[in-house]
């Protein structure tokens, strides 16, 4: 059985009552999971607490986004560095959201791509396109375009594993997403180019899939051939039903 990642972004969801009784329901699961690897991403203000709740239990922990400094006057801001000092290994780089409604674009995405690189840390990078690219079949130019930006100043040799997450902007929140036979030709060709310009980050890539994945779709997209996990939203806040996900895989 091929290994699975699966990441769940809770996005801005959860308080310290719903996280506990989430950990719980995840709890339930974890044992049986030898194949599987479940990394959370709770909101930033949650990091420690969810960090203590899973002390004893097999999941690791995601931010869901960091600043482009350091340190200074930049108040309300997450820096790379804090992350690292309570012991994050993910961060969430390029998810839609923050390019629509916080004006990210490919050469701020790109910085704060090298910054989790450079500080050791694992990125994992969200590309996709928007609905008009995708009806235009634009889907592989406007990924690989996206992917060429970002890591184009990375210094390759530090990366200790890169997750890249195919998220077309169009499916995020919508309960619309391409078929699961379009996402294994999307992941399959991602990994093909990644092969052939970045040989040596090949077999430490992981292409995941994310974009209204829920109960119903889980098991047809996670079993195509390319696709080596999930990066899962409001379907994660569920425990019962996040619960049912894994155990179609396990």
């Not at 889980?218 to 996040?242: C, H, M, R, W």
């Amino acid at each position: 059985m091929k290994k699975i990642l699966i990441v769940t972004n809770w996005k801005l969801n959860g308080t310290k009552k719903t996280i506990k009784k989430l950990i719980k329901k995840y709890k339930k699961i974890i044992n049986k999971t030898k194949n599987i690897k479940i990394i959370i991403a709770p909101p930033l203000i949650y990091l420690d607490y969810t960090k203590k709740k899973i002390k004893k239990i097999n999941i690791e922990l995601a931010a869901q986004n960091i600043d482009l400094h350091l340190s200074g006057a930049y108040t309300g801001e997450t820096s790379i560095k804090m992350l690292k000092d309570i012991g994050i290994k993910y961060v969430i780089i390029g998810h839609s959201e923050r390019k629509i409604y916080h004006n990210e674009n490919n050469n701020i995405i790109e910085k704060k791509f090298n910054l989790v690189n450079d500080n050791r840390l694992i990125p994992i990078l969200c590309i996709g396109e928007n609905y008009t690219e995708y009806k235009n079949n634009q889907t592989k130019k406007i990924c690989i375009q996206q992917i060429k930006s970002i890591l184009k100043n990375t210094k390759k040799k530090l990366i200790k594993k890169l997750i890249i997450a195919y998220e077309p902007i169009w499916s995020i929140g919508t309960n619309k997403y391409p078929k699961p036979k379009e996402i294994q030709k999307i992941n399959k060709y991602i990994k093909s180019y990644i092969y052939k310009k970045y040989k040596e980050l090949h077999n430490k890539t992981i292409i995941q899939y994310g974009g209204s994945v829920n109960i119903n779709n889980f098991y047809e997209i996670i079993k195509q051939p390319n696709v080596d996990g999930t990066l899962i939203g409001n379907a994660s806040l569920n425990g019962k039903n996040f619960v049912s996900m894994i155990k179609q895989i396990l």
